[in-house]
Every structure is written in C-alpha cells, then in structure tokens.
C-alpha cells in the first residue's frame, strides 16, 4: 500500500475523479485512488517527499529473516534470536535521496505450518524480500514457492519492466562454500527480479546498502506510473444479478 502524506493530495484526488471517473466506476473497479492518481500529482509536484511503503520479508526457517530485520531497523544481532511465530511487525525511518520514507516491514514465519499466514500478509505490500542461505540449495529452491505466493497476491506494486523483489543470501560470515552466483542470477532473470545481495546479518555486511537500493527502486516515480497504468487497464469483475 502506498500513502502520500499531504492534506493537498486528497483535493487532486476529489478533483481528479470528479472530471475523469464516477464514484461507481471507480467501486467496480476497486481502485487504489492514490496510486490513481498518482501520474497527476507528479505532474504539478515533480516529487514525492513523504511516503509509506509496506515490505513483507519472506524465506525459509532459519534463514536469518529476524536477524537481518533487527540488523537494518535496529542495528542489533542476537545469536540467540527465537524463531518467528507467525508473523512480526517492525517500522523503519529513513531518508532516500530527498524522500521520507516509513518503511512496515512484515516478518515471516518458514516453518510449513504457518505458510497459509503470508497471503494476507503480501496483500497492499509494495515489495517483497525473499532470503535464502547462501550455503543452502534447499533454502534457495524454496523461493520458487514464495515467488509463486507473491505473484498470486500482487497488486498495484507490479511494473512491466521487472519485479518489486530483492534477493538476500545470508550468512556469507561463514565458513564454507557460497551457491553459485550463476544458479541465483539465472533463477532472478527468469523471474524478472533485478536487486540480489549476499549479506550477514550477525555483521552487517550489506544490509542497509541492500534496502536503501531497493527504497530506490520502490519509490522511483516511473514504477507508481506504470502500476497505475495496470490498475486503470484492469477489467472489472462481471456482476449478475440473483433475480
């Protein structure tokens, strides 16, 4: 979901939909109106300064999906970090370029038996972070399931060009042989993801480079663009009446 932070924006809304759209239009259709609008809003302020974004962060059991989480909002590591029940909850303030961005970030749980948690959870996200440990070919397969579960609950976040997705390979602080680059980077092309990182939590190594870049690309004003082009080309659902 995506929120812009101005008393102004809700006028260009109302002005906006008044010439362009009826109020049922819009209903049937079940429109995002900020991301509506947003084309609009671009045009006469050039920029966004404030927003909101929602990021879930997706990833097999012990993959290091809290850690990497506290190590970005907090700048803290525990090895003695208990596994996720459910789902976890942070917010992160951070400045990009010259946007203000509050990041909610959704955290997981990978264990099987809490997966039916993440639908509801992807629904309104703007992005999403899948984890894997970089010594772990089963870890890395099982992005395949989370990418499949993402794109079933996509919304206005998708762009033609290519996937609101960042790939995290923790633990790159231990010892042992890393998967191929080669595996991960044809698996990424297939699924039209652009941003990979391999990063350690328990050091830090890359993580706050990791979300500032992919901040970068989630507020680029051509992605909201594009999202709402999709939005605006969307058929709405066939209704019959029960007479």
Known sequence: MFFLKNDIYIEILYAYMSDHYSLEVMKIFNFDF????????MTIHGKITNVDLKVVVLGAASVG??????????????????????????????????TEVTLMIWDTAGQERFRSVAP????????????????SQETFDELELYIEMFLDNLSSALTENSM???????????????????????????????????????????????FDEFLKTLIKPDNFYEAAQLQLSAKPEEKHCAC
């Open 120 to 135: 509801s959870l992807l629904r309104g996200a703007n992005g999403v972070v899948l984890v894997y440990d970089s010594h």
């Open 34 to 41: 900020t991301m509506l609008i947003l084309p609009y809003i």
């Open 164 to 210: 609101p997705v960042l790939i995290l390979g923790n633990k790159i602080d231990l010892e042992g042989q890393l998967l191929s680059k080669n595996i991960v980077e044809d698996w990424m092309r297939k699924n039209r993801i652009e941003l990979f990182y391999h990063v350690s939590a328990k050091t830090g190594e890359n993580i706050n480079e990791a």
């Open 65 to 98: 999906k809290t850690s990497i989480i506290n190590r970005y909002c907090n700048g803290t590591f525990s090895d003695e970090t208990l596994s996720t029940i459910g789902a976890g909850f942070f917010t992160h303030s951070t400045k990009i370029d010259d």
